[in-house]
Structure formats: C-alpha cells, structure tokens
C-alpha cells in the first residue's frame, strides 16, 4: 500500500504534448508488414512469405528499448511514459493476428542478434536462441554467462499470442447470400464481447498455405489486407421492437455474418477466379477452392501475386483496422485492439531483448513462451496445455548438459503467467470484491483464487512482491468475489504440467475481449521493469527462501 501511495503522490501530470492523440499509423517510424502514414486506413505493402521475408520487411519495432528507472521516471510526468506507448502501440497495430505477432517478435529479436534454435543447434554461455511452433507460438531464451552453482535456473515469462475474434469458416462461401450483398461465413474464436464488433471497419489478416509452381511443394505466406473489405452492420433502432431496444442481445450464427461486396458487381470481379477454380478442365478443379468465395480468392491472390489455383488453405481472421491510439487528457491512455494479451507479449519481448545486452551477471536460463490458443482453453498441439514448455525445459537443459539433474532445474525455476488483469470500472464497480479491486495506472496485479483457477500461491506471490520492491514496481491484488465465476489464464495448465513455481499477475485493463480495449501508459512501464527485473535480481531473490527440494 504505501509503494502504491508513494507512487500515487509522485507522479505529477504534465500538460499533454501538442499531439497527445497520436494515432500510431501516423509515426513517422512505420512497420513494413505494412503498417503505412495514410489516414485514417494505411496503404496495402508487399505481403511477407514466412519462407522468403525480404531484407526491406524485416524493419524492428523496437530498435531500443532501454527505459529509465521508476524512480527517475516517477518525477518526470506523463511524457516519460509516451515513447515506450509509442513503440507498443505500432507493435499491436502491426500484430493483428497471432501469426503476424509471432513475425514481428522474431524480427525484433534477429535484430539483437538472436538465431534460430534447432535440437541440433549448441547452445552456450552468451547464447540467445529463438524458435517458433506453427508460426503462432513463440519460444526465445537467453544463457547466461556465469557459471552457475549447480544447474541453471529456468526464469520464464508465459503469455499468450491469440485474442477473441471472427475467423473465416472452412467453407468461405455464404449459402445465405441474398438482398444483393455478398457475405463471408465466420466463426467465433474465444469468448469476445461481440457487439463491438459491429459497425466496425473490418479487414484480413493471417496464414495461406500456398503450392509453388510446377511442383506438390507447399510454402506459408503470410497476408494482411489493409483496407476495410468488410463490415457488420447494427440493425437500425426504427426496426427493433421495445424489448430489442432494451438488451442488445446477439446471435453469434446470424447476426456476425459480414458483408463484403456487392452482387450486382460480383460477375465483373469473380469472373477471373471462377476460371482458375475450374481449371481448363473439370478434372483439375480443385473441391476446396469450389466452396471459397471467388472474390475473396482473387483478392488473396492479388496481395501474394500468385494464381488462384494455388491457394491450397488457409486461416484468415477478421481484425479492426483502426491503428491503436495514445489518447486520455494527459495522454494517460493506450487505446488498442489486441492488448489481452500482445501487451504481455510486447513488454516481455523488451525486458529480453535488452536483458540479452549484457549476459555477464547472468547464471540462468531467461525464456520468454508466448503460446497460441489461450483464449479456447489452450488444448492444442502448441497451446500452454501442450507439450512446448516441457520440451523447451528438457530440449535447453539437454544442450547445456544438465538435464540428468532436472529436478532440481524445476525446483530452482520459476514461472510468470502474464495475462491482462481486469481493472475496476467506474460505472461497475460493484463487480470488483471491495479490497481487490486494481486501478489503471497503479502497478502490475497478481490474481489469487483459492480454488486454482489462478496458480498463485504464497510463496510464489512473496517471490513477485520482492521483485516489484527491488524496482519500484508497485504491486496490487486481485481476488474476484465469492458470487462471481473466475476466470483462468495459462498458469494452472503450466504449474501442473511441469512442476514449475508459477504466479499469475498481469497489467490492468478495461473492455477485455471488446474489439477495442484500454489500458494505462504507465503500467506499460511498470510492467517492462518488473519484466527486467525478474531476470536480473530472481536469483538474488530466490536465494534467501529456504528450499524444501530433496
């Protein structure tokens, strides 16, 4: 309470910055995925190839991210706080799907030298090694150069790279297309608040599984649209009936259905891609592309400029073209889709990146895991409930010749589940339990639930609390009400898996899962020095609790 009131007293606003209400698409620093200058939509850019990414894509989002003190920080008001905003803020622009998140962090860590990870691959004292798991799940770790006494320790930040969103169906082509419009069958990913996202200027994004030319061979591709293409349109209040009016009530099969085109102008634009479907004869029609709608194919095959035909599959999901966006009086506010969770995967992201500079004081292992799948339960081939971080453990421990003392390794490790924290709503703050109740602005949250759905515990909450004592880091609770369900993250899932010492905590935010959500500039901070201290000072911490490891 009194790093919170300290806090609280020392940070002074300031008079907001002549353009406080930047929108990030305008910086004059862009991301070539492409993220663009054009208002308010960007312009489309060349599209990256995961197995071909040319040297004028790979631009890093961030080129330094090295941040002051809290305490220098503390005296300096909102403005210290912008430019690490700033460089998030066109991260989640940029990352608007988990595939595009996985590819921008990657670039971000070649360009601090960091190389690709293989089980062939030595690993060594200084090393910094990244590999990814179906493109949409990330694992990057640091050795350190000290000679540890006795294994190396695992310090781990988990996070989660998927948010709540439309994704295209199997069968693209809507068998409901009538009055003139043509639409696109969608299925809902996650639990999303689903009326935000209507009346919303929507576009594509993700992975198209390719065949080259002239051969079976199959190559990824990853595409983004960068023009609304889409749009679903609330029903005007004038044909709702008085109980409609009363409760927005949506149902997720009929009334998400976008609407993409025309049918009057269809014939012009399709005619090419009914073509390639159908090949020059019936024998080479491909059934798969038969039940995709034509001028989604054709637009797909602009942007890769490839042949229709050779589309083989895809996962495309819808995303909110809007930029993320500083805004508030005193630019206090960070305004974006995607925060739960890419702002985990942003702030973890930077605490390695700059950690990796200097490996000297470093005895241990520092990982970032940022999976796939979280918001659907994480079962999956490379969600936090698969098999990943087990083998990233035994996989690193084997190539640093330690793995024959795992156990201890385990026992000497420990895990941050990063997830965004809910903070409390003014208008709804009955729904927070009185003395747990995180604000924006005021520190990182640990979350506790005595039933584990959170996998916080005593000791692991202590290990925290002592990290954000050593930084500055002012620290909150969260503990949801005895007459409210309770949420669960990736914690649980990892804490039973593989042994590891886990804590949940997370930065605080308002509207998760809406198509837009805000969070406070300064916990961005606050969570980026947390992140960096948990990987300098952890040993220093974890040294003086006694160990009950036999």
């Known amino acids: 309470l009194c790093g919170i009131l300290s806090f609280a007293s020392a940070w002074t606003p300031l008079s907001p910055p002549n353009n406080r209400r930047t929108n990030i698409s305008s910086l004059s620093s862009t991301i070539n995925d492409g993220s663009s200058e054009q208002q308010p939509v960007p312009k489309p850019a060349p599209t990256v190839s995961v197995t071909d990414v040319k040297e004028s894509e790979t631009t890093s989002i961030s080129n330094d991210s090295s941040s002051s003190s809290d305490d220098d920080i503390m005296n300096k008001g909102t403005t210290a706080f912008l430019p690490l905003a700033e460089k998030a803020a066109k991260y989640l622009t940029a990352a608007t799907d988990p595939f595009h998140a996985v590819y921008h962090a990657v670039e971000t860590l070649k360009s601090f030298g960091f190389t690709k990870w293989t089980p062939s691959s030595e690993t060594i004292p200084g090393g910094k090694y990244y590999y990814t798991v179906q493109q949409s799940t990330l694992v990057a770790f640091t050795v350190g150069e000290k000679e540890p006494v006795g294994t190396r320790a695992f310090k781990i930040i988990g996070g989660h790279t998927d948010s709540p969103n439309l994704k295209i169906k199997p069968r693209s082509k809507c068998s409901t297309n009538k009055f003139n419009t043509i639409q696109l069958g969608v299925e809902c990913y996650g639990g999303g608040l689903w009326h935000t996202w209507f009346d919303r200027d929507l576009s594509l994004s993700g992975k198209v599984l390719v065949r080259e030319k002239g051969s079976d061979h199959i190559v990824s591709k990853l595409v983004k649209l960068q023009d609304p293409i889409a749009r679903i349109s609330n029903l005007a209040i004038h044909l709702q009936s008085a109980d409609e009016r009363k409760a927005f009530a949506v149902n997720k099969e009929t009334h998400t259905v976008p609407i993409i085109a025309s049918e009057s102008i269809k014939p012009v634009l399709e005619e090419a891609a009914t073509e390639q479907i159908n090949g020059n004869n019936n024998n080479d029609k491909d059934a798969w592309l038969s039940r995709q709608e034509p001028l989604l194919l054709q637009r797909i095959a602009q942007e890769l400029d490839i042949e229709v035909s050779q589309i083989a599959d895809w996962d495309l999901s819808f995303y909110d073209v809007q930029a993320a966006a500083i805004g508030g009086m005193q630019s206090e506010f960070l305004y974006s889709?995607?925060?739960?969770?890419?702002?985990?995967?942003?702030?973890?992201?930077?605490?390695?990146?700059?950690?990796?500079?200097?490996?000297?004081?470093?005895?241990?292992?520092?990982?970032?895991?940022?999976?796939?799948?979280?918001?659907?339960?994480?079962?999956?081939?490379?969600?936090?409930?698969?098999?990943?971080?087990?083998?990233?453990?035994?996989?690193?421990?084997?190539?640093?010749?330690?793995?024959?003392?795992?156990?201890?390794?385990?026992?000497?490790?420990?895990?941050?589940?990063?997830?965004?924290?809910?903070?409390?709503?003014?208008?709804?703050?009955?729904?927070?339990?009185?003395?747990?109740?995180?604000?924006?602005?005021?520190?990182?949250?640990?979350?506790?639930?005595?039933?584990?759905?959170?996998?916080?515990?005593?000791?692991?909450?202590?290990?925290?609390?002592?990290?954000?004592?050593?930084?500055n880091v002012p620290m909150q609770e969260f503990v949801v009400r005895n007459d409210c369900p309770c949420g669960s993250t990736i914690g649980p899932t990892i804490s039973a898996r593989t042994g590891l010492r886990t804590i949940d905590a997370g930065m605080p935010q308002l509207s998760m899962h809406s198509c837009r959500e805000v969070m406070g500039v300064v916990d961005l901070t606050h969570g980026l020095n947390l992140f960096k201290g948990f990987f300098s000072h952890f040993a220093e911490v974890d040294g003086c609790i006694e160990s009950d490891f036999v």
């Open 337 to 471: 889709a995607r925060l739960d969770n890419l702002a985990t995967v942003f702030c973890s992201l930077e605490a390695l990146t700059e950690h990796s500079k200097d490996l000297s004081n470093d005895a241990d292992v520092s990982m970032i895991c940022c999976f796939d799948h979280e918001e659907v339960g994480s079962v999956s081939s490379h969600g936090a409930g698969s098999p990943v971080l087990e083998e990233a453990l035994r996989r690193v421990a084997t190539g640093l010749g330690q793995y024959q003392n795992h156990p201890e390794t385990i026992a000497k490790s420990y895990c941050m589940s990063i997830d965004q924290a809910h903070a409390v709503h003014p208008n709804y703050s009955a729904k927070h339990e009185s003395s747990h109740g995180p604000n924006l602005n005021s520190g990182l949250v640990i979350k506790t639930n005595s039933n584990q759905r959170y996998a916080t515990n005593s000791l692991t909450g202590f290990i925290l609390r002592e990290l954000g004592r050593k930084v």
